[in-house]
Nanobody, 122 residues
Framework: QVQLEESGGGLVQAGGSLKLSCIVS????????MSWYRQAPGKERAFVAL????????DYADSVKGRFTISRDNAKNTMYLQMSSLKSEDTAIYYC???????????????WGQGTQVTVSS
């Protein structure tokens, strides 16, 4: 069973930086991509950033372009999100997502972590 565990959330002042990590554990046959999503109070979960597992190519929501950097370390089965120039509107629970195949003939499954709280004080 694939499991995701986020870490690195916390309280930071506006303009500050924070780095989130997401560790993948458990067996899987292949990983397509991993993403970060976030959910602010009273809002729906929203896409933040994505990294393709094999190529490392990335994609970002417009709201975080130029401020956030997503990366991965294949050897450590870990994904990161470096967040800089944080704003109060970045306050949310940040969730790790992985799209992977658990076995050769299985379909891709979306796996989710439990989330980590990021609070930006103004």
């Amino acid at each position: 069973q694939v499991q995701l565990e986020e870490s690195g959330g916390g309280l930071v002042q506006a303009g500050g930086s924070l780095k989130l990590s997401c560790i993948v554990s458990g067996p899987f046959f292949s990983m397509d991509d991993m993403s970060w999503y976030r959910q602010a109070p009273g809002k729906e979960r929203a896409f933040v950033a994505l990294v393709k597992w094999s190529s490392g190519s990335t994609d970002y929501a417009d709201s975080v372009k130029g401020r956030f950097t997503i990366s991965r370390d294949n050897a450590k089965n870990t994904m990161y999100l470096q967040m800089s120039s944080l704003k109060s509107e970045d306050t949310a629970i940040y969730y790790c997502n992985a799209r992977a195949r658990p076995s050769l003939f299985a379909r891709h499954i979306n796996y989710w972590g439990q989330g980590t709280q990021v609070t930006v004080s103004s």
